[in-house]
């Protein structure tokens, strides 16, 4: 099948999804998103970067059949300029048909963006020889010995994550009186020339040193005896503690907001790896827990809630992590016997029922209907501490630090559980659920564990957000928070603790320095849930148990492992595999 | 838990539950009925309503059953599935409407929005089946589920930044306006068209399904993918055409939707898709007639009930919980009877 | 059913569970439907304690649905199971585990993500104690008790023959052989009162098919365990069994003892089915 006829079939059929990639980037809106945006100041824009990556990729991909260098050029060139082609033609029936009554983006300015500001017909020409070229650019990098293309294309990308930490790095120079050196990289929004060469020169060293560093590393702490190693860890853990304290000082007031945010999300994912990633249950209906933490801890320290206690936060907590575990128990009763699919659809019921249930108006006498609840105190009740070695703390730094200590909280609870008779029990359970349960473990018993443990941790997000908000509404516990922090499960990899920082730095960080993308971001969620699962379903921090698990199971034939629990139709045959 | 005779806690909770309901149903509609608050007319007026909406969901749970029956997943993303054939009809029949086509030949307008709509969503089925779901097909259950749920997040936040966040509505028709009057009921006529046309689709899909060569390689998938891939029934091409015609009853959904309720929107999809999921499994999933009957009887409580069961408590806006309703129904038929009104029971 | 080598009748088994012999299950009447197809009709079945006790039967014959309604995957139709004077009937798999009935399966069913050790220490869940809230505050007690089930893991590897270096390797990368032990060492990790095979050499060259039943006898006699085979490798069957249960189409059609049920026609019968043969 290997023939000269082939590689330039796939030319064609990888240049016409780059094609359509490109089309759809730019008639959904992120291309003129990111078009005022400067990249390298006074060179071009986010924008064109991004149709640039495309065509790029295509050749990229096409040049790593083997054969002569010259026919993977050739079909790098070619699946560029099919690319290219594409767009090309799509502009010309752009500018002569308006089209803008149905795709709203496709307005002048992007079309003069996409043209170059030039004539229809000129600017397609050049975009087609653009991609073409971008084409072979990216075949030519395929065919590079990975010495070169490995430096190459890490230092490309760091002179990107530079330019792109400019709404971060620029102001927060500035502010630390490092004025000179803001200006010297970054003029007019975007990352200037002696600044890019810089980092590239920078990075591309960084990324030949690296191999050699890293076995170096490895190798004396091969050498060390176990004394030493655990000194070094004991010293890496205390750095990393120390880097989380200090993190608001160093970014700055506007970003310790940020951190907030993340630091929210970790918690909230931390919970819900419990349920999905140790238990296995998919719950969709996460919010609740969310919901019911933040309406508990209104309803008791509030003076405006309908109860009116006003108790202090501290003394409001038990009785909601009590409420958690409760309503854990009660969601998680009900639902034990449903196999995956259907317990995630119940689930999320549940979380939609919730949310109808803290918007309406029969329940507004107690939960405040649309309006919610105002007047929740902050978590300490005043609003500034002095504190030993961080000084004075206020602001978001109030709710960071108690979330900060409630991670390392739920990191510490999930680690032991992990590793403890519970976390075998529920790796079995998650394996094949008849075999544990024929082994000894109640299935029905650490689902409901698993359930109540997940609720509290949500309920604690839930008390630290309300206090953080000083309010609550119900629009705020919708379906999205839930995908949003499943998400960020599954981003960093199913069960993984690592992973669940990671995957909320990137989900909900990540967003903050690229505003543009504010209002994509749940494209971009749906899109790397997606990936994800046919890529690499065990998350980008697995441990190595997990990704043996998901990518053995694809070889297996038939995905049923037993009995199934509930009928799936009339007619599904009933003990699967074994002669009756 | 160790013996029989004696009850868990799980049991208990499930007890308590059965026997709420039944006591609030009961309570709430004699409350309701005996103050007599609406009027026979009304009623009937709600129930019709609620067949209306009920053959909608009908339709897209159609969608849903089908997808089930051959591939064991729930996909997730039909209800985007759905939105788009409601979007996508928008334009065609603004132009139409614009042009003064829609309101000269209204019903040969109406069939090529229809059209249009169902083969757009048809389109995207095909497409979402084959990127999304077909690279996943031995993975362990929850991985298409997932990929499914991110796959309706895209697809409606594409639809979302292609076509924008304007609430956008359809065009009026004269030929539509006003009420018919059949067996001395009073119906608008949006609703009795939404009822027929919805009808036509139903049989034309039974009769497809019972009668053709690709509807009984449907039924053979649905029974063991592997023997009828043995038997010599090209199981990717099958599952494609499945999905295929869930699209195209989901499109056609969308624009009888967009007739009774006139605006559509990029998130229109979440909550028709669920309630047509409920339905679905309400009637025993996999299942067909049990997907149209479910959709039916979902409608129609979804029309009555707050009113029958809610207002009889004294609640004030039950017409707002009229989702949670729906939901409630999901999760009690999932809870209490998962394999639906028309499945059975698996022994163990 | 007039065979004479039916099982013997219904009053000379006592129910003695203190008893050093005596009757470690008592099966009577059991029957399992489903849908239509009826697996098990009317089966009575007895296991004296620290027995070899085999089945077989023709495939479909319902020796695995047999094997399942025992560890309580299934629950039977009619009839009832006791179990050490305890009825098995409504309970739960893992409350019979607890009970201390272990079993293997025909498709090997390991915890293939997790590791070796790991899954015979799941084995063990039944004999630990440690809550949720013992593993985070992380106490002497817990501690101890990991070590102690990690240790017992480790013999009972040994013991079956699972090789040292193994260890802490994935259950899924292990040859064959070794997951058929592994998945036996499992079993035994409960310290389980009954055994519950089922097709324990299957896939097995002879030489292996013999390391297996010498093994399966010295578990017997060092453990003190009751067994329960199913089987389909007569070799192992007859070699091994004290008595052999025939059954066919979801009935009880012979019982007795390896040199009975050679010569049984009925069982003859049932393997070469109805054609004749010269």
């Known amino acids: 099948m290997a023939g000269s006829g082939s590689i330039w079939r796939r030319a064609l059929i990888v240049g016409l999804i780059a094609g359509v990639v490109v089309l759809y980037l730019t008639t959904v809106g992120i291309v003129l998103a990111f078009a005022e945006r400067s990249f390298l100041t006074g060179v071009t824009s986010m924008g064109r970067l991004i149709l640039a990556i495309p065509p790029l990729a295509a050749g990229f991909v096409v040049g790593s059949r083997s054969g002569s260098v010259g026919a993977r050029l050739a079909a790098g060139l070619l699946a560029g300029a099919v690319s290219g082609a594409i767009l090309a033609l799509s502009l010309l029936f752009a500018s002569a048909v308006d089209i803008r009554g149905v795709l709203i983006r496709v307005s002048a300015p992007l079309i003069a963006f996409v043209a170059w500001d030039q004539e229809a017909v000129t600017g397609a020409t050049i975009n087609l020889a653009l991609a073409a070229g971008l084409g072979l650019a990216g075949a030519g990098l395929r065919v590079l010995p990975p010495r070169f293309r490995v430096p190459l294309m890490a230092a490309v990308i760091g002179v990107v994550i530079m330019s792109l930490l400019e709404r971060f790095l620029r102001p927060r120079l500035t502010e630390l009186d490092f004025t000179d050196v803001a200006r010297f990289l970054y003029q007019g929004g975007g990352l200037t020339i002696p600044a890019a060469v810089l980092t590239f020169v920078v990075v ?205 909280l739920a990191i510490f609870v999930a680690h032991r559980l992990k590793y403890s008779r519970t976390g075998r029990a529920w790796n079995a359970m998650r394996e094949d659920e008849d075999v544990a349960e024929a082994t000894g473990i109640s299935t029905i018993n650490y689902k409901l564990l698993a359930f109540a443990m997940g609720a509290a941790v949500g309920c604690l997000g839930g008390a630290v957000f309300a206090t953080h908000l000083e309010s609550v509404f119900p629009g705020t516990f919708n379906i999205l928070v839930s995908i949003t922090v499943l998400s960020i499960v599954i981003l960093g990899g199913m069960g993984s603790i690592p992973g669940v920082v990671l995957g909320s730095l990137a989900l909900i960080g990540l967003p903050e320095l690229l505003r543009e993308f504010a209002e994509f971001k749940l494209l971009v969620y749906g899109g790397v849930l997606v990936l994800m699962m046919i890529l690499r379903p065990e998350g980008l921090l697995p441990d190595r148990a997990r990704q043996l698990e998901l990518h053995e199971a694809e070889e297996e034939t038939g995905p049923d492992s037993g009995p199934p629990l509930t009928a799936a139709s009339a007619g599904t045959p009933i003990g699967h595999g074994e002669s009756p | 838990m160790r013996r029989p005779g004696r009850l868990s806690l799980v049991d208990i909770i499930l007890w308590a539950l059965r026997i709420a309901i039944v006591v609030g149903v009961a309570l709430g509609s004699w409350a309701t009925l005996s103050a007599g608050r609406l009027t026979g007319a009304a009623w009937g007026d709600l129930i019709i309503g609620g067949i209306a909406l009920g053959s909608v969901y009908a339709l897209i749970a159609l969608g849903y059953t089908l997808v089930y029956g051959v591939l064991l997943m729930i996909n ?49 089925a095909i497409v979402l089946e084959r990127v999304a779901y077909r690279p996943l097909r031995r993975a362990p259950r929850l991985v298409p589920l997932i990929t499914a749920i991110g796959a309706s997040l895209f697809i409606a936040n594409s639809v979302r930044g292609l076509y924008g966040e304007q609430v956008k509505a359809y065009p009026t028709l004269e030929i539509f306006a006003g009420k018919l009057n059949i067996f001395g009921l009073e119906i608008l006529k949006t609703r009795a068209i939404v009822i027929v046309a919805a009808v036509i689709l139903m049989l034309t899909l039974y009769w497809f399904v019972e009668r053709t060569k690709t509807g009984r390689a449907m039924r053979a998938i649905s029974e063991d993918k592997d023997t009828a891939a043995l038997m010599g029934i090209n199981v990717d091409r099958t599952i494609s055409t499945t999905f295929a015609i869930g699209g195209l009853l989901a499109g056609a959904a969308g624009v009888l939707y967009a007739i009774v309720f006139t605006q559509v929107h990029w998130f229109m999809g979440f909550v028709p898709g669920i309630k047509a999921f409920t339905a679905a499994v309400l009637g025993g999933v996999g299942n067909i007639i049990g997907a149209m009957l479910g959709g039916l009887s979902l409608g129609v409580l979804e029309s009555v009930a707050p009113f029958l069961l809610l207002s009889g408590f004294g609640v004030p806006s039950p017409n707002q919980l009229r989702d949670v309703i729906a939901f409630s129904v999901l999760v009690l038929v999932l809870i209490f009877r998962p394999y639906g009104l028309l499945g059975r029971p698996e022994s163990r | 059913m007039s065979s004479p080598f039916t099982a013997p009748s219904a009053d000379d088994t006592v129910l003695d569970p203190g008893g050093e012999r005596g009757i470690l299950l008592e099966a009577r009447a059991v029957t399992k439907r489903f849908e239509g197809l009826v697996a098990n009709r009317d089966i009575d079945f007895d296991i004296p304690r620290h027995s070899i006790v085999s089945i077989i039967g023709p495939n479909g014959a319902g020796k695995t649905t047999f094997f399942n309604q025992l560890s309580g995957i299934f629950q039977p139709t009619s009839g009832s199971i006791v179990f050490d004077g305890v009825s098995l009937v409504g309970l739960a798999p893992h409350d019979i585990a607890e009970l201390g009935i272990a079993r293997t399966y025909q498709n090997i069913r390991l915890f293939s993500a997790m590791t070796v050790v790991a899954n015979v220490m799941v084995g063990r869940h039944v004999r630990m104690k440690s809550q949720w809230f013992d593993a985070i505050l992380g106490h002497p007690g817990e501690r101890n008790e990991e070590e102690l089930a990690h240790q017992r893991a480790r013999e009972l590897l040994e013991m079956v023959g699972v090789r040292r270096r193994y260890e802490d390797d994935l259950a899924k990368n292990l040859p064959y052989g070794d997951q058929r032990r592994l998945e036996l060492a499992r079993a035994l990790a409960s310290d389980p009162k009954l055994l519950l095979l089922d097709e324990p050499t299957a896939g097995m060259n002879p030489g292996e098919t013999r390391q297996m039943t010498d093994l399966i006898a010295r578990l017997r006699r060092e453990l003190q365990l009751t067994i329960l085979l199913i089987e389909h490798d007569m070799k192992v069957v007859m070699g091994i069994s004290e008595r052999i249960t025939v059954l066919d189409y979801g009935e009880k059609i012979a019982e007795g003892t390896p040199a009975e049920i050679r010569a049984n026609p009925r069982v003859i019968e049932a393997y070469l089915g109805k054609q004749a043969h010269a």
């Open chain 1, 204 to 408: 591309a060293i960084g990324a030949v040193a690296w191999s050699p560093v890293k076995a170096g590393a490895r190798r004396s702490l091969a050498g060390a005896d176990p004394g030493q190693r655990s000194t070094i860890r004991a010293v890496l853990i205390v750095l990393a503690i120390a880097t989380v304290l200090y993190l608001p000082e160093v970014v700055g007031s506007f970003f310790s907001q940020v951190l907030v945010s993340v630091g929210l999300y970790v918690l909230l994912g931390l919970g819900l790896n419990i349920v999905v990633g140790y238990a296995g249950l998919l719950d969709l209906g996460y919010v609740a827990f969310f919901a019911v933490g933040s309406y508990l801890t209104a309803l008791l320290t509030s003076p405006l809630s309908s109860l009116g206690f006003g108790w202090p936060f501290w003394l409001a907590l038990p009785v909601v992590i009590l409420g958690a575990a409760i309503t854990g128990l009660l969601i998680g009763a009900p639902v034990l016997r449903l196999r995956g699919d259907y317990l995630a659809i119940v689930t999320l019921g549940f979380g939609e029922i919730a949310r109808l249930l803290f918007l309406s108006d029969a329940l507004k006498p107690w939960l405040g209907g649309t309006q919610g609840i105002l007047g929740i105190p902050d978590l300490f009740g005043v609003p500034r501490i002095e504190v030993p070695i961080l000084g004075v703390i206020s602001g978001p730094e109030l709710t960071y630090y108690p979330l900060v200590l409630f991670c390392i």
């Open chain 2, 76 to 124: 997730f993303a039909h209800g985007d599935v759905f939105m788009f054939g409601a979007l996508t009809g928008f334009f065609v029949a603004d132009a139409l409407a614009e042009a003064g086509f829609l309101d000269a030949n209204p019903i040969i307008g109406m069939a090529i929005v229809l059209a249009v709509a169902a083969l757009s969503s048809m389109i995207v």
